[in-house]
């Protein structure tokens, strides 16, 4: 089955800093990787999304890149600001109707005023 | 649009009693829910993929039998904890397939407590 690795599991940065979160896959078959946002207590909420038709995508401060050939897809938070505050999810699927979604095991991003 | 609800937020129970939680899709029909499990400063764990008028299909390691799954309708999926002991306090989370895409929605959660 599919593993994902993410890391760091903590990450610490100042207010405006940017902020890299990394993980990779095992199954070359995975071809959706979703990012959940998950703050103390409620549930993880999807921030930004990769097929794997496409290398790079951009929302506002949030990026998203995917390296298929070397199976590793990457977060990028720019101007980070104190509400970016939470744990961090990246998950690997298929992009096939219902399949299921292996997580990773989440990092804890602290931005600092 | 793709609201999940889950009942009860949280539970407390006593060992050796069962709990039941319900997870619906508000505003859309969900024909597979999936069911997750969350410890403390832990990741999602797929418990167990629910199906609209089918069995479950349970993750390696998950009992059955302990964590009955029941999809009955095309908007609620329910899982009841038999049994329970203080190992199964948990974070229980529900989640969704919107039908147009393959974004998963999830549900609040449901904190079991097991004493």
């Known amino acids: 089955g599919e593993n994902v690795e993410q890391h760091p599991s903590t990450l610490s940065v100042q207010e405006g800093d940017s902020a890299v979160i990394k993980c990779t896959y095992s199954?070359?078959?995975?071809?959706?990787f979703p990012w959940y946002k998950q703050e103390l207590g409620k549930r993880p909420q999807l921030i930004i999304d990769?097929?794997?038709?496409?290398g790079e995508k951009k929302d506002q401060r949030i990026a998203v890149t995917l390296n298929k050939t070397a199976k590793h897809f990457s977060l990028h938070i720019t101007e980070t600001q104190p509400e970016d505050s939470a744990v961090y999810f990246c998950?690997?699927?298929?992009?096939?109707?219902?399949?299921?979604?292996?997580f990773g095991k989440g990092t804890m991003l602290l931005v600092s005023p | 649009g793709a609201v999940v609800s889950q009942h009860p937020s949280w539970v407390i129970c006593k060992s050796g009693t069962s709990v039941k939680i319900e997870c619906r899709s508000l505003?859309?029909?969900?024909?597979?829910m999936f069911w997750y499990r969350q410890f403390p400063k832990q990741s999602l764990m797929l418990m167990a993929t629910?199906?609209?008028?089918?069995?479950?299909?349970?993750e390696q390691g998950v009992e059955k039998d302990k964590f009955l799954i029941n999809h009955a309708s095309l908007t609620l999926s329910t899982l009841t904890v038999t049994s329970a002991h203080p190992e199964d306090s948990s974070f229980y989370i529900c989640?969704?397939?919107?039908?147009?895409?393959?974004?998963?929605?999830f549900g609040p959660g449901t904190r079991l407590t097991v004493t």
């Open positions: 989640s969704a397939y919107l039908d147009r895409g393959n974004e998963q929605y």
């Open positions: 199954d070359s078959a995975s071809n959706y």
């Open positions: 990769i097929r794997s038709n496409v």
């Open positions: 998950a690997a699927g298929r992009d096939s109707g219902y399949s299921t979604l292996t």
């Open positions: 505003d859309f029909q969900a024909t597979t």
């Open positions: 629910s199906n609209e008028g089918s069995k479950a299909t349970y």
